[in-house]
C-alpha cells in the first residue's frame, strides 16, 4: 500500500473485510456496469452506485446537482457522520470520480479501498450478490469546495501562467492527437483531437501497480516531478470525461499532499468541442499564445 500524506484516506482490503459490520461504515462499489460487477458479487454489505447515472447530472454535463447528491446519501444509508469507503472497477478510476465528487461536497470523512474491486477478487476475499436493505437517512451537503474544480475559463487562463501544470492523463495516442477517445473505445463525440497547449503528460494508471493497488508514494512522485509537475505548482489534470484525471487528483491531492490541485471536470469532450481555444498536436503545435486566442473577459 501507498503511504499516503493523508493517513487514513486509504484503507487495505484487510481493513474493509474487518469493518463489514461496523455500522459507522458504508462500503459503496462504484462501476460503469453493474450488472457485470456489482450484481455479480460483490464486497459483502456494500451499495451501488453506477459511474454515469448516479454521479453526473442527467440533464446536463455536469457533477450531480446538490439535491441529486444528497438523495444519493440518504438512499446510502450514509449521513454526515458516516466513514464512506469507496472502491470500483478500473483500476478504482471510478472509485477516485466518487471520492472528488464527495469531497467537492464536503462531506467528512471518506476513504478509499486500496486496489479496489480488482485487488478484492485476487486475494479470494468473499464476495455476495445479496443486495443489503438500507435505512435511508437525511442528508444535507456542504456548500461545494470549488478549490479542487477546474473550470474551462481557468484553464485558459493557466495557459498563459508558468507555475500552472496542465497534467494530460489521457493514452498517448490520445495525447498526440492521433485517437480522440482511449484505444478501443468509441471515437465519437469529440469535434478535434489533441491537447491542451503546453500540457505534460502521464498516463492515469501508470500510478497503479498490476493488482490495482497504489505504487509507493516515492515511485509516484518520482513520476510527476519528472514531467514538472512539482507541489510549488497549481496541477489540473484532465482526461475526456474528468473520471480518469480524478484517479490522478487523488494520488496529487491526497496521496502526495500537493496542495493546489484541480480537477478539469469538463477535460477534453469540453475543450475539444470549444470554440476559441486553441489545440496542439504532436504533428502541428498550436500557434503561440496572444489575447486573439483567450476570450477577453478571462485575461488576467
Not at 489533441?194 to 505504487?215: E, Y
Request: aromatic share 8%; net charge negative.
Amino acid at each position: 500500500m501507498a503511504d499516503p500524506a493523508n493517513p487514513g484516506v486509504l484503507v487495505s482490503t484487510d481493513w474493509v473485510e474487518r469493518h463489514s459490520e461496523d455500522p459507522t461504515v458504508v462500503v459503496v462499489e462504484v462501476n460503469t456496469d453493474l450488472t457485470a460487477g456489482y450484481y455479480q458479487g460483490h464486497v459483502p454489505g456494500a451499495v451501488a452506485w453506477n459511474l454515469h447515472e448516479d454521479l453526473e447530472d442527467q440533464t446536463s454535463r455536469n457533477v450531480p446537482g446538490l439535491s441529486q447528491f444528497e438523495s444519493l446519501m440518504e438512499r446510502s444509508g450514509i449521513d454526515k457522520h458516516t466513514a464512506v469507503v469507496l472502491y470500483g472497477d478500473g483500476n478504482n478510476r471510478s472509485a477516485t470520480w466518487a471520492f472528488w465528487i464527495l469531497e467537492y461536497y464536503r462531506h467528512a470523512d471518506v476513504r478509499l479501498m486500496d486496489g479496489g474491486r480488482k485487488k478484492w477478487i485476487r486475494e479470494g476475499r468473499p464476495l455476495s450478490t445479496w443486495v443489503a436493505a438500507v435505512t435511508p437517512t437525511t442528508y444535507r451537503a456542504g456548500v461545494p469546495d470549488a478549490s479542487i474544480r477546474a473550470a474551462r475559463d481557468r484553464v485558459l487562463t493557466g495557459l498563459r501562467d508558468p507555475n500552472v501544470i496542465l497534467l494530460d492523463t489521457r493514452t498517448p495516442e490520445e495525447y498526440s492527437g492521433k485517437l480522440a477517445s482511449a484505444p478501443g473505445t468509441d471515437q465519437s463525440g469529440v469535434y478535434r483531437k489533441g491537447r491542451i497547449p503546453g500540457a505534460v503528460h502521464v498516463q492515469w494508471d501508470d500510478g497503479a501497480a498490476a493488482d490495482g493497488s497504489f505504487l509507493p508514494t516515492g515511485q509516484l512522485a518520482k513520476m510527476y516531478r519528472k514531467v514538472g509537475a512539482a507541489p510549488d505548482r497549481e496541477i489540473v489534470p484532465y482526461c475526456r470525461l474528468g473520471v480518469r484525471a480524478s484517479y490522478t487528483w487523488f494520488v496529487l491531492k491526497r496521496l502526495l499532499g500537493y496542495e493546489r490541485v484541480r480537477n478539469y471536470d469538463g477535460s477534453w469532450t469540453e475543450w475539444g468541442n470549444s470554440a476559441g481555444v486553441p489545440v496542439e498536436t504532436d504533428s502541428a503545435a498550436a500557434p503561440a499564445q496572444d489575447d486573439t486566442h483567450i476570450p477577453q473577459e478571462v485575461v488576467t
